[in-house]
């Protein structure tokens, strides 16, 4: 019994981190990129080295998953595909980000 408390102790500690984790990403990224990734969809500006910085550590696949059909009001999705691109760390055709799917490539 003590071992499987164990176990769901670290299991939690674990979620947790990572939510607190997805959290401080999300936060660093809309001080650091926000004014690259909103809408209008033009023009598209290449970010920021803090930008770039953001984009290298953070964990996509959980901000993804935060991605709301409200956030992509907010956030151009389409810029975000060149924000990662330009910052290198593209996304891969088909991956989804929120409702958005990443479209083929030279498209």
Do not use: H
Not at 62 to 88: D, G, R
Request: hydrophobic share 35%; glycine share 6%; with cysteine.
């Amino acid at each position: 019994m003590a071992k499987l408390l164990g176990l769901f102790l670290v299991i939690a500690i674990a979620v947790g981190a990572t939510a607190d984790e997805c959290e401080g990403d999300r936060q660093d990224m809309i001080r650091e990129c926000k004014k690259y990734s909103s809408f209008p969809t033009e023009p598209k500006i290449p970010p920021s080295e803090a930008c770039c910085a953001v984009w290298q550590k953070a964990n996509i696949p959980c901000l993804c998953s935060m991605v709301t059909k409200e956030k992509e009001k907010i956030w151009c999705m389409e810029k975000v595909v060149y924000v990662a691109k330009y910052c290198n760390r593209p996304f891969q055709p088909g991956y989804k980000c929120g409702s958005y799917t990443v479209p083929p490539l030279g498209q």
